[in-house]
């Protein structure tokens, strides 16, 4: 195992060295055997960071409305940190292209930290970095941190285990009215956010979610009710209106216990994914082992049930 200064490395970044942060993400995100330390050293300086998760189609507008966010966040003295998740993509490291051209007004901004991370093929992949990645900008002082993922759904981070709000944002003329209802998007979106106010069919696509989300609330449950915010990110129109419904939001989560509750959520997922991880790795190294043949061959000839031979298998681990 390489030398490295884990603290000192905490503390650089916390005294807002962007290398240091930068460095810290690829820790957590190539998985190197510093994992561990750098997770112990973040613990005692994590959980101040606000967590917004953006998501939607592609091209509807996501890097767009993260950097008039940022801008808003800003306005407000506060820093920020940015996690571009693309799980389709094998680059990493600085912003994707087309992220670092809309984000560019921010990237020389030392409060501003803006990361893109994909899938390497690594053993937990994306669902194990991304609360790495996103505790080590809470660590460094983000106030804000906000999670740009394409899809809804789909995706192999599922942004709602880790935002404290999240946001959906949809486009016009995307065949959104259907294609939304089939991703689930009624169930994860806390704001909807309706951007390219400035194309035709903006006010149906707006029409179509009221319907949707009418038909689709649930009698019971939180009485949190998804508001629907128009913009042009391209121009930063209705950024204030995103902020009060952002900020509307977090004060429904703090007044119901839900911050507390989601964030605990986000914990449990973690956990889960990290010895999930740790036991397919474990199990990797038992196949073609001594321990699998001997019990396959039982299973094979019907003298054990494949339960009690995985029983077996983990209990040997
Ligand atoms: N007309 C119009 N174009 C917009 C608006 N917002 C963003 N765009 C444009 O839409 C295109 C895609 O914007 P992005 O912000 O890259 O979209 P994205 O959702 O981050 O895209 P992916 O990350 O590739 O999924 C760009 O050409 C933007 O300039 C808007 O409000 N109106
Ligand atoms: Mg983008």
Redesign the pocket.
């Known amino acids: 195992m390489s030398r490295v200064d884990i603290p000192a490395l905490v503390a650089d970044a916390r005294s807002g060295q962007a290398r240091a942060v930068a460095r810290l993400i690829s820790l957590v995100e190539d998985e190197s055997p510093h994992l561990r330390a750098v997770a112990v050293a973040l613990t005692p300086f994590v959980g101040r960071a606000r967590v917004l998760g953006l998501t939607?189609?592609?091209?509807?507008?996501?890097?767009?409305?993260?950097?008039m966010l940022i801008a808003a966040f800003r306005a407000r003295d506060l820093r920020v940190g940015v996690l571009?998740i693309?799980p389709s993509s094998p680059f990493s490291g600085g912003a994707?292209l087309?992220?670092r051209i809309?984000m560019h007004d921010h990237a020389t901004d030392p409060a501003v930290f803006i990361r893109s991370m994909a899938t390497r093929g690594h053993l937990g992949g994306l669902a194990t970095a991304t609360p790495q990645a996103l505790r080590v900008l809470d660590a460094a002082g983000c106030d804000v941190v906000l999670i740009?993922t394409?899809?809804v759904g789909q995706s192999e981070v599922d942004i709602v285990g880790l935002a404290d709000t999240t946001v959906v944002?949809l486009?016009p003329g995307m065949g959104d009215g259907i294609q939304a209802a089939k991703a689930g998007i009624l169930e994860i979106a806390d704001v909807f956010v309706v951007?390219?106010?400035?194309?035709d069919g903006a006010e149906q696509t707006v029409r179509d979610l009221k319907h949707m989300i009418s038909l689709g609330r649930r009698s019971l449950g939180p009485a949190w009710r998804q508001p629907i915010v128009a913009?042009?990110?391209?121009?930063g129109?209705g950024v204030d209106e995103v902020m009060a419904a952002l900020d509307t939001h977090h004060d429904w989560l703090v007044s119901h216990g839900e911050l507390d509750a989601r964030r605990a959520r986000r914990a449990e997922r973690e956990i889960e994914a990290i010895a999930v991880a740790s036991l397919r790795s474990r199990l990797g190294g038992v196949r073609g082992g001594e321990a699998l043949s001997g019990l396959a061959r039982r299973v094979a000839a019907g003298e054990l049930d494949p339960y009690a031979a995985a029983d077996t298998l983990i209990a040997g681990t």
Request: aromatic share 0%; charged share 25%; no cysteine.
């Open positions: 939607g189609p592609p091209g509807v507008g996501k890097s767009t409305a993260t950097s571009a693309d994707l087309g992220d809309r740009e394409v899809g944002l486009a951007n390219k106010a400035d194309r913009t042009v990110a391209s121009a129109e």
